[in-house]
Nanobody, 126 residues
Framework: QVQLVESGGGLVQAGDSLRLSCAAS????????VAWFRQAPGKEREFVVA????????GYADSVKGRFSISRDNAKNTVYLQMNSLKPEDTAVYYC???????????????????WGQGTQVTVSA
């Protein structure tokens, strides 16, 4: 059974930085793409960023390009989301996710991701 555990969220001020972590267990992490999505209050969950299993491909939502950066440490089965220059509109619960298929890059397609963490809250005050 795949388990994903996010951490690193919190309350920060606009302009601050946070680094989220997502620890994976239950499968060979290095064979799978990873992604971060987020859901703000009253809104649908939206794509933030994705990375292929080998790190060769990444894709970012326009709203976070240049501010957020995804990375992965396959030896630690962990993916990170570095968030800089945070804005109040970044306030949301952030989820990491993996697809069921290995060596497959779903990109922005939320329906192609099968395993989800419980989420970590990020709140950015003005």
């Amino acid at each position: 059974q795949v388990q994903l555990v996010e951490s690193g969220g919190g309350l920060v001020q606009a302009g601050d930085s946070l680094r989220l972590s997502c620890a994976a267990s239950g499968r060979t992490f290095s064979n799978y793409a990873v992604a971060w999505f987020r859901q703000a209050p009253g809104k649908e969950r939206e794509f933030v960023v994705a990375m292929s299993w080998n790190g060769a491909r990444t894709g970012y939502a326009d709203s976070v390009k240049g501010r957020f950066s995804i990375s992965r440490d396959n030896a630690k089965n962990t993916v990170y989301l570095q968030m800089n220059s945070l804005k109040p509109e970044d306030t949301a619960v952030y989820y990491c996710t993996l697809p069921m298929r290995g060596y497959y890059y779903p990109g922005v397609r939320e329906e192609e991701y099968d395993y989800w963490g419980q989420g970590t809250q990020v709140t950015v005050s003005a």
